[in-house]
């Protein structure tokens, strides 16, 4: 059986964190849905390898109105088309929109989500494009019990929504293991907190195959065994784990007793640094030059905290609804230079000047954390701003802004 644990993490003894597993729902087709709102409500196919027309490909992403007709992630397209026929195929009966795969939009959409998880948890580990796991423990406690972590997760939910414009699902346990099943419990937009000492309890009555760790097969070769539900796997007779699993059986168990001593680690040093602020949507010039003034020390702090050069400076403006400009400009050589971070996003903000802004936000990008020589910045207005990307209809460039 494959080894399941993440690489990169290791293991405490401490039950009293506060861990969230975030999960997009249907991230695929939410982000279709994102620049083309009339798809809201209607079954979306989003197929890999497909193009428009064609029966070939594979579903990537079925929406939840999609999976209602039996469409499913891995099914072969024109499987898909045989219980969803397309609109132009079939105008009398219930029909399906097909759209392919767009991977690089919808990498613009998740640095956009990863921003704001960033920005909300001091410790992130990024699972895949979609999914992260978040230790919140210095930002939110058991100490009054589930209310002020499900209040945490509960805003976070609620500010991806309202800022990224995709729902998720997010799941609030003391361990990874826990909260990744916590997440997948109540999709698509769940929100399900597990305390401390509820874990096993929540976890008992569960199927087998919704333990994390467990695949197909494995949850087959348990059936067989008369362990059926993750509580049958908690009081087993561990030598019958053993004997199927070797020692990675001792891990399962201790999962579905709702034991995971793993820890949330980050991947690599960050590439960017950033601090952002949501306010009231204004035009007021001085409101967001103020804002993004102390936004620039902030992230300058940080920046000196980290022991962390940067080459490049930007700035992130939101305008209603949901219109992101981001500029930046590079510099001549890594520096660590205050003063410079906020005349730089001055100058980018004086572009923006009267729009209406309802969040901005200051970036370091270009990291460098070997010790090195700061560059001379005499003459640091000469580099070019860098040009954005062609925007996307409703989303514009988010190039580069995934601070840490």
């Not at 019990?145 to 003391?174: N, R, T």
């Not at 937009?189 to 305390?195: K, S, W």
């Not at 980290?306 to 209603?320: D, H, N, S």
Request: with cysteine; glycine share 8%; aromatic share 4%.
């Amino acid at each position: 059986m494959q080894d399941q644990t993440l690489p990169g993490t290791t293991t405490t003894s401490d039950v009293d964190r506060v861990i969230l597993h975030v999960d997009m729902d249907c991230f695929y087709a939410s982000c279709e849905r994102l620049r083309a709102p009339e798809l809201e409500g209607e079954p979306l196919v989003i197929g890999m390898g497909y193009h428009p027309g064609d029966d070939g490909g594979a579903v990537a992403t079925a929406s939840y109105e999609a999976r209602a007709h039996g469409v499913h992630s891995a099914q072969p397209i024109d499987q898909a088309l045989a219980r969803l026929p397309r609109a132009a195929d079939e105008p009398e009966t219930p029909t399906g929109i097909y759209r392919p795969v767009d991977l690089e939009y919808y990498r613009v959409v998740a640095e956009a989500v990863k921003q704001l998880l960033r920005e909300r948890a001091d410790i992130i580990r990024e699972v895949s494009i979609d999914e992260a796991y978040l230790d919140v423990s210095s930002q939110t406690s058991w100490g009054g019990g589930a209310d002020a972590p499900g209040a945490f997760a509960a805003a976070l939910q609620e500010e991806l929504a309202a800022e990224v414009g995709v729902p998720a699902s997010i799941g609030v346990a003391a361990n990874m293991a826990t909260a990744k099943i916590a997440s997948d419990h109540d999709k698509p937009e769940g929100l399900v907190v597990v305390p401390p000492g509820e874990a096993a309890a929540f976890l008992a009555p569960l199927p087998i195959e919704d333990l994390h760790g467990i695949g197909p097969v494995s949850a087959r070769e348990l059936r067989e065994r008369s362990v059926a539900t993750v509580g049958d796997l908690a009081v087993v007779d561990p030598t019958v784990i053993t004997r199927l699993f070797g020692t990675r059986g001792t891990e399962l168990q201790q999962r579905a007793r709702g034991i995971d001593p793993r820890v949330v680690e980050p991947t690599g040093a960050p590439k960017s640094l950033s601090r952002e602020r949501s306010m009231q949507p204004t035009d007021d010039v001085a409101s967001v030059t103020a804002a993004v003034g102390e936004l620039a020390a902030a992230v300058a702090d940080r920046a000196q905290q980290k022991g962390a050069l940067y080459r490049t400076i930007g700035i992130k403006l939101v305008t209603p609804p949901f219109e992101i400009n981001t500029r930046e400009r590079s510099l001549g050589g890594p520096v660590d230079d205050p003063t410079l971070v906020r005349t730089v996003a001055l100058e980018l903000l004086e572009e923006f000047h009267g729009a209406t802004v309802r969040k901005v936000g200051v970036r370091v990008s270009n990291l460098s954390f070997a010790p090195t020589d700061q560059a001379d910045l005499q003459g640091w207005s000469a580099p070019t701003d860098r040009p954005e990307r062609p925007q996307r209809r409703g989303q514009t460039s988010l190039d580069g802004f995934d601070g840490a």
